[in-house]
């Protein structure tokens, strides 16, 4: 038995000499197909990831609104005050919003005109970070200073030092100067408005009220339990980050499913590709193959040559693909390439590599191309060794 399994080793590694052509187009196959896999999903992790933070950076983590059946929230400082008694709370900014319409010279827009108290706008969001000219300090200097979003400013024509005209749902009007310019990089910019929140509270006719809180938390994926917490403590309605941006989030699982639908299509070619190679060596190496049964060699024994050299394969053709993969995915990264920010959000391709995805592809690939051997070493299995000889 021992000298069979010496045979058995060496008809083995004689298919795979005798089928060298063969073996490099298999595993050239997998490699290529590895590395357009991880391109691929390290592009979509990219933009994934890259969308969460622009989400994350520019929306509150919470958004406390009135009650049902109410417009305002009225004593928003003492809840404020419980809001920031949580731990995790690390800040609050509470403003009033409303629709109203710029005007400058010939041109018009539709924005929803939001007052703040700007140091606690600040905390919430970074606004010092995102300003493009101009001060957001000056807000509250005067009753008739505001701050716009650059798209807005772009649309509008205006500068800072310029002059716009608001007017109200009501009809009311009222003129500002533009004391600062932010720029989000997101859609939020055509139709970003921000005043004082006295001033707000003014020129819409109300009291000393408002229309939410923005709530901010380190713990970004805990903001669905403090959003219920808030809601079950005080009966005020709550929306965590995740809710704001449901729209965002189903975009981005489709892409993720198309993302791995592609791979798998792409992987499945190459696994039909190792099939017929396998049936091919099969056909070629009868006559190899009813010698070794002859011998003694059992079924399985003759399936297991197959599927090792199905294994062999597969494991180099991953880590060269592997390989391949990561560079390609360090270059992109390295050199990005430009895509429309109007579409995508993003002003260059993103790119993120996780260890986890390579890893859930590695072993994806690996199993399909054992898989792919199986039949046609299951077909070498049960040759008659009587025909087989035969066979020229």
Do not use: C
Request: net charge negative; glycine share 6%; proline share 3%.
């Amino acid at each position: 038995m021992r000298g069979i399994k010496k045979f058995e080793a060496f008809i083995a590694l004689k298919h795979i000499r005798a089928r060298k052509r063969q073996t490099i187009l298999s595993t050239s196959g997998i490699a290529l197909g590895v590395a357009l896999f991880i391109v691929i999903q390290a592009m979509m992790s990219g933009f994934t990831d890259e969308i969460i933070d622009l989400t994350i950076t520019n929306s509150p983590s919470v958004v406390v609104n009135p009650k049902d059946g109410d417009e305002y929230i009225n004593l928003y400082k003492t809840l404020e005050t419980k809001i920031l008694s949580d731990p995790r709370v690390n800040a609050t900014s509470p403003f009033l919003e409303g629709e109203a319409i710029l005007t400058h010279k010939d041109k018009t827009k539709a924005v929803a005109l939001k007052g703040v108290y700007i140091e606690k706008e600040r905390r919430v969001f970074p606004l010092d970070e995102q300003t493009k000219s101009g001060s957001l300090h000056r807000i509250g200097y005067a009753r008739n200073n505001i701050v716009l979003g650059d798209a807005l400013a772009k649309h509008l024509e205006v500068e800072v030092g310029d002059k716009v005209e608001v007017v109200s749902v009501s009809g009311r009007t009222k003129e500002f100067e533009i004391v600062g310019i932010v720029d989000t990089g997101t859609p939020i910019d055509e139709s970003y408005a921000l005043v004082h929140i006295k001033t707000a509270q003014d020129f819409f006719g109300v009291g000393d009220v408002v229309s939410g809180i923005d709530v901010k938390t380190p713990y970004i994926y805990e903001a669905e339990a403090i959003a219920k917490e808030i809601r079950d403590e005080t009966g005020y309605n709550t929306k965590s980050w995740i809710e704001l941006n449901k729209d965002i989030f189903e975009v981005i699982r489709i892409e993720g499913t198309f993302t791995w639908l592609i791979g798998i299509f792409v992987l499945i070619i190459v696994a039909f590709g190792i099939t017929n190679s396998f049936i091919m060596m099969v056909m070629e190496k009868t006559r190899d193959i009813g010698m070794l049964k002859a011998m003694g060699a059992t079924s399985s024994q003759v399936r297991n040559i197959f599927l090792m050299e199905s294994v062999v394969i597969g494991i180099v053709g991953v880590a060269v693909g592997n390989v391949l993969g990561v560079l390609l995915s360090l270059l992109l990264a390295e050199y990005p390439i430009e895509v429309p920010s109007e579409v995508y959000l993003v002003s260059t391709l993103p790119i993120s590599l996780h260890v986890i995805d390579v890893v859930k592809i590695s072993v994806f690939v690996l199993l399909l191309s054992i898989f792919s051997a199986v039949y046609p070493a299951h077909r070498a299995s049960k040759l008659n060794p009587v025909e087989a000889l035969k066979y020229e």
